[in-house]
C-alpha cells in the first residue's frame, strides 16, 4: 500500500525566508516515483518535480531545492528566499509499479507574508 | 492547445440529481484520470484510461459513479443520485505514457460541485 505523509498543514513565513515542506512516504515497492506538485488559489495543480527512488542526488532548481533520503523515507522541498507568489497549497505524491496513479499527500498550505 | 478544460467548473445541484462533468485532455495524450479534492485534503484517486480502456477504479467510485471515454478522447464522469457527501472538486489529469511512473500529470481546473 502507498501512502504520503505531511505532517505539516499550514506554515507561514515573512518574504525572503528560506523554508522547508516536509513529506514521508510508505511503500513496498523498491521502485517508484515521488512527485510535488503546487496549487495556487486558482486552483490548478501544476507540476514542480519527479524523482525516481534509483537517483538520490538532490536538486537545486532556482530557489527551489529537494533532499531525497531513502534511509528516511523522506522527499523533503525547500524553497530560498521566499516570495509571495510562493503563496500556494504544495502536494508531495507517490507512484510504485504496483500502480498507475498517484497517491497524494494532504498538502501543506505555505503562506509568505510581504 | 492550451492544456486540460473541465466543463462546467461550477455545478450545484440538489440531492437526488444527477450530474455529469466533462473532461477535455491535452489532445496527444492517451492516460486520462478523475481525482476528487475535499477542502484541505489532497487529490483522491477516482480512476484512469488508457486510450478508451479504463484500467484501474478506486474503491472511492460507487455504484453511482461512472466514467466514460468513449473514443479515447474526452471523458465523461457521471453522478448519479447525488448525496451531500459528493460535495468536492473533481479534478481531470492526462499524461502521455512513457513507462512506469514517467508523464507528469497535467491538470484541469476543476469542477466544483455543491450538493444542497
Known amino acids: 500500500a502507498q501512502k504520503v505523509t505531511q505532517a505539516q498543514t499550514e506554515i507561514s513565513v515573512v518574504e525572503k525566508e528560506d523554508v522547508t515542506l516536509d513529506c514521508v512516504y510508505e511503500t513496498r515497492d523498491t521502485t517508484y516515483y515521488l512527485f510535488w506538485y503546487k496549487q495556487p488559489p486558482s486552483g490548478e495543480l501544476v507540476f514542480l518535480i519527479r524523482r525516481n527512488s534509483f537517483d538520490e542526488q538532490n536538486e537545486i532548481s532556482g530557489r527551489y531545492s529537494w533532499n531525497f533520503q531513502k534511509s528516511t523515507s523522506s522527499f523533503n522541498f525547500t524553497i530560498t528566499a521566499s516570495q509571495v507568489v510562493d503563496s500556494a497549497v504544495y502536494f508531495c505524491a507517490l507512484v510504485d509499479t504496483g500502480r498507475r496513479a498517484l497517491t497524494f499527500g494532504s498538502g501543506t498550505r505555505l503562506q509568505v507574508q510581504p | 492547445d492550451t492544456g486540460v478544460s473541465q466543463d462546467p467548473r461550477h455545478k450545484i445541484t440538489k440531492r437526488g440529481q444527477n450530474v455529469t462533468f466533462r473532461c477535455d485532455p491535452i489532445s496527444e495524450h492517451n492516460r486520462l484520470y478523475w481525482y476528487r479534492q475535499t477542502l484541505g485534503q489532497g487529490p483522491e484517486f477516482l480512476t484512469y484510461?488508457?486510450?478508451?480502456?479504463?484500467?484501474?477504479k478506486s474503491r472511492l467510485l460507487s455504484d453511482r459513479f461512472s466514467a466514460e471515454r468513449p473514443k479515447g478522447s474526452f471523458s465523461t464522469l457521471e453522478i448519479q443520485r447525488t448525496e451531500q457527501g459528493d460535495s468536492a472538486m473533481y479534478l481531470c489529469?492526462?499524461?502521455?505514457?512513457?513507462?512506469?511512473?514517467?508523464?507528469?500529470?497535467?491538470f484541469g481546473e476543476g469542477s466544483r460541485l455543491t450538493v444542497l
Open positions: 484510461f488508457q486510450n478508451e480502456a479504463q484500467l484501474e
Open positions: 489529469a492526462s499524461s502521455q505514457y512513457g513507462g512506469p511512473g514517467t508523464g507528469e500529470l497535467f
